[in-house]
């Protein structure tokens, strides 16, 4: 993806992440046992690996919907695990994407992108309207404007949740398994989404189990287990050829491999 980055007009993106001995417990429950990890400006990195592996704590550590015991985290220029850090300004950088869509019922789908530009960036009603309907465009949506989520498919309501968080010009993006609570048919509409912002240049972390779209949108795929990265690389490497035991034993029961062949 890095190619496209550097080619794409008006794609660079400067919140790039550097997570360095990054710890934390749920009382006697270590979930995250020092994970060193650095996303480049411009780059997709997927985490994938089983359920309880630390992948989604990892994420909401980010942007300090977690608060870490140790290490250090730095987001654009700004350490988040820094206890003098303006956590608003910071997370004006972030745009996170979670398994549900947590939109409000009784907003339509251009205010519920709007809302959040109105209180914490302070735009007028009309820039707000404006880049919403931009951001709802963007993910194809801008003809259902005015409904409401209940009038909505699960997918189109994720797809109003992305433009959300787009709206309010992000530098990264945190996807938390976004296709998760989707049915099969609208999966895809999600991840052709994120397929563009990657295109774009939207630097991303992403945790998933959509093992194709890691594949060919990934610049790298971290695998996690028990609270540590056990391997990292290349996507294609990683998903085809995986180096460790516990990778390829993860793989085997997440791939069909009639369609993909794990090297031994």
Known sequence: MNDVVQNAPGAVHAAGVSIKD??????????????????????????????GSGKSTLLRCVNLLEQPNQGTIHVGGFESTDPDVDIDKMRRKVGMVFQQFNLFPHLSALQNCTIAQTKVLKRSQADASAAAMKNLERVGLGHLADRFPDQL????????????????????????????????????????????????????LVVTHEMGFAREVADRVVFMDGGVVVEEGVAERVISAPAHARTKEFLRRVLDPTHIDIAE
């Open 22 to 51: 990054l710890r934390k417990s749920y009382g006697s429950n270590e979930v995250l046992k020092g994970i060193d990890l650095v996303v480049a400006p411009g780059e997709v990195v997927c985490l994938i690996g089983p359920s």
């Open 153 to 204: 498919s699960g997918g189109q309501q994720q797809r109003v949740a992305i433009a959300r968080a787009l709206s309010m010009d992000p530098e990264l993006m945190l996807f938390d398994e976004p296709t998760s609570a989707l049915d099969p048919e609208t999966v895809g509409d999600v991840l052709s989404v994120m397929r563009n912002l990657a295109r774009e240049g939207m630097t991303m």
